[in-house]
């Protein structure tokens, strides 16, 4: 599987996550990113991600978070549980592909199948995204497409998808940002399906609209099992060659995480969408701009733990 985006080490330490079964740890300093990351992505963020200081949110026991913006609600309820800038509208980089995949599944069946074209996989190469190494010819159903797009982020998965369900790319923006105004989203704009810088301008959008769309999605049953997932495999058939997938989200093998999806550009900087779930209740939050990988893991499990002993309390 080709990557062009940095794989970074997961946080040192696992955090209590939705269990509560200790209190929420504070961001730690800022990791240094290891010599292992290829050439051709940047070590540091660029300074257009903060990397000052945590600012607290209202709410004085909250943990600290570094990031430009997040923010975490009761997917429940919809009770605002934390908020951080998250009105401010920013670059969101692949968290972009929670939509992709809840547009498609609003009209499209797990059976269908998607042929992958030429176009597909060139478009994820020249625009330096990560792919889920599609091999033009293959057919795949949009179930198994939808763990190409989730786990590895692959921007080919989202241009095969989007192409097909438009119909035509620019027919499936559209319909992202007609949705995202039917779910009162009405500071996000996307450009495209996957995230990836457009010359033109980026997309946008604000912490608290992801995290309405992030309410909303993992209440489809197959966004929720794929981004779940771990690692995804399929043997080769006549339709299509052998995959193998591993998930991106660190956050995945702590009890009770959901995933749902990270992102990095250089504008964006590092960011998640994340949830998890605790006594049937369903917490969901989103970071944006945070300038250290494994910081933004540690900071949304930290988050998830205090609001789910907060919602218990």
Avoid: C
């Avoid at 290829?38 to 709410?59: F, I, K, L, N, R």
């Avoid at 992709?100 to 996989?121: M, S």
Wanted: net charge neutral; charged share 20%.
């Amino acid at each position: 599987m080709r990557i062009r985006k940095a794989h970074l080490t997961a946080a040192a330490g696992a955090l209590a996550l939705v269990t509560g079964l200790t209190a929420p740890a504070h961001a730690t300093t800022p990791a240094a990113v290891p010599a292992t990351v290829p050439a051709t992505v940047p070590a540091t963020v660029p300074a257009t991600v903060p990397a000052t200081a945590p600012v607290h949110a209202v709410q004085q026991d909250a943990p600290s978070v570094y990031g430009s913006a997040a923010y975490l609600m009761d997917a429940s309820t919809g009770k605002e549980l934390f908020s951080k800038n998250a009105g401010d509208r920013l670059p969101i980089a692949s968290v972009t592909k929670m939509m992709t995949a809840y547009v498609v599944l609003k009209t499209a069946k797990p059976t269908d199948v998607v042929q992958i074209k030429r176009e597909d996989v060139q478009y994820a190469e020249d625009g330096g995204g990560t792919t889920a190494d599609l091999r033009p010819g293959d057919r795949l159903t949009v179930g198994e497409l939808m763990y190409g797009l989730m786990l590895p982020s692959g921007a080919d998965a989202a241009h095969a998808l989007a192409r097909t369900y438009g119909p035509g790319v620019g027919g499936f923006v559209t319909k992202m940002n007609a949705t995202a105004r039917e779910l009162g989203m009405n500071d996000t704009e996307y450009v495209n399906a996957d995230g990836l810088p457009k010359r033109g301008g980026d997309g946008y959008s604000t912490a608290r609209d992801q995290s309405v769309l992030a309410a909303k999605a993992v209440q489809v049953p197959l966004i929720k099992e794929v981004a779940g997932t771990r690692y995804h495999s399929l043997d080769a058939t006549s339709e299509h060659r052998s995959y193998s997938w591993r998930n991106t989200n660190r956050l995945l093998g702590t009890p009770g995480a959901i995933g749902l999806k990270t992102g990095f550009t250089r504008a964006a900087g590092f960011t998640l969408a994340f949830a998890g779930e605790k006594r049937g209740h369903t917490l969901v939050g989103v970071l944006l701009g945070e300038s250290d990988s494994d910081r933004r893991f540690d900071t949304a499990e930290a988050l998830l733990s205090w609001g789910a002993a907060r919602e218990s309390a």
